[in-house]
């Protein structure tokens, strides 16, 4: 069969939520800093971004990763994120994958047991702690860029309903609110209304609620809705939820999710400084988050958090791409 693109992937996932990180097949992206490539990509390269998101080789939920040059010497890679609607300031499920992946396939040397990567993204410079037995990676922590709560106790109707949700940073903003208030369970059975109201959320409050990031005024607008619950497992603080873009469920808790909702917390008064938060994800499976510390950020007293997680690989892909293909650009099927 005569084809004219090739690309090889390696997909893994962080408790149910996928990221398929693109290893070969693409060229060298031009630019400066990692903003640059950005912009080169998605000038030069979003035909590659629908075609392993999209169906028929993805699909509605999916996640991926570039891998690319740092900003300066100072970081061991960039990571540019991406999603069926676009590229991503941030996914912190996606540094737990991309990490496990670049260190047990070999694309990233971490001597020793423990090592940490520093990693470059669109909202800021990240750490990584890698955890290992053998060749396996067990677990990775990573201090994630600072976050903040924007709003506390809003309200809004959606659906007929009158929501009290909190508008936080956790590297990109999120609506909170408790799915309780709401009639909903956090569960897989759950899943199409979790959607549909997260969805719903989303499209009431975002032209409401448009807030920037002090330093970084392209990071704006409601990127997300968390949605959370009681938890199921006496390990856990909480069961939450992820509704993003077009109405997407993150399988797992959401790792900047979970650092907007921390900020939230701390906030209140909920949740101080060496404290840890454990949340589940809709599939049952936790991230363990802990205020590291605190810093100011313009105008808010930020926290410093560091989430715990861990990704397990599933495949390595080989994609071709048939030139006389109708669908060669995926669609979607939501």
């Not at 080169?40 to 891998?67: K, V, Y």
């Not at 069926?84 to 001597?111: R, W």
């Not at 903003?173 to 959320?201: M, P």
Request: contains cysteine; negative net charge; glycine residues 12%.
């Amino acid at each position: 069969m005569e084809t004219d693109l090739l690309i090889n992937t390696i997909d893994a996932h962080v408790w149910g939520q996928s990221l398929r990180i693109l290893t070969s097949g693409l060229p060298p992206l031009q630019g400066r800093s990692l903003r640059e490539k950005a912009v080169r990509f998605q000038e030069n390269h979003n035909s590659i971004r629908r075609l392993l998101m999209l169906e028929p080789r993805g699909h509605a939920d999916m996640t991926g990763c570039l891998i690319t040059e740092s900003d300066d010497d100072g970081a061991d890679l960039g990571l540019l994120f991406m999603h069926n609607e676009g590229l991503l300031p941030f996914s912190g499920h996606g540094i737990i994958a991309a990490v496990t992946i670049a260190a047990e396939a070999g694309l990233l040397k971490v001597p020793g047991r423990a090592g940490t990567v520093t990693v470059d993204t669109l909202c800021g410079r990240v750490t990584a702690r890698i955890c290992r037995e053998g060749s396996s990676v067990t677990s990775v922590i990573f201090r994630n860029v600072p976050s903040f709560a924007v709003k506390l106790d809003q309200t809004a109707n959606v659906l007929g309903r009158d929501l009290s949700f909190d508008i936080a940073y956790g590297g990109g903003f999120f609506a909170v609110a408790d799915a309780e208030s709401l009639d909903l369970r956090i569960d897989i059975g759950h899943r199409a209304e979790l959607a549909r109201w997260g969805k719903a959320i989303k499209e009431r409050i975002g032209p409401l609620e448009c807030p920037a990031h002090p330093f970084m005024s392209e990071i704006a607008g409601i990127e997300g809705v968390v949605l959370f619950g009681p938890p199921g497992a006496a390990r856990a603080h909480s069961r939450s939820t992820v509704v993003f873009a077009d109405g997407q469920l993150d399988r797992s808790a959401g790792a900047a999710g979970t650092c907007a909702r921390m900020a939230a917390m701390f906030a209140r008064g909920q949740l101080a400084v060496g404290e840890s938060f454990v949340q589940e994800g809709i599939a049952g499976s936790p991230l363990v988050g802990t205020i590291a510390g605190t810093v100011p950020v313009g105008p808010y007293l930020a926290i410093v958090p560091e989430v715990t997680g861990r990704a397990f690989i599933t495949g390595t892909h080989q994609f071709i791409v048939d030139p006389s293909d109708p669908l060669r650009n995926g669609f979607l099927l939501n």
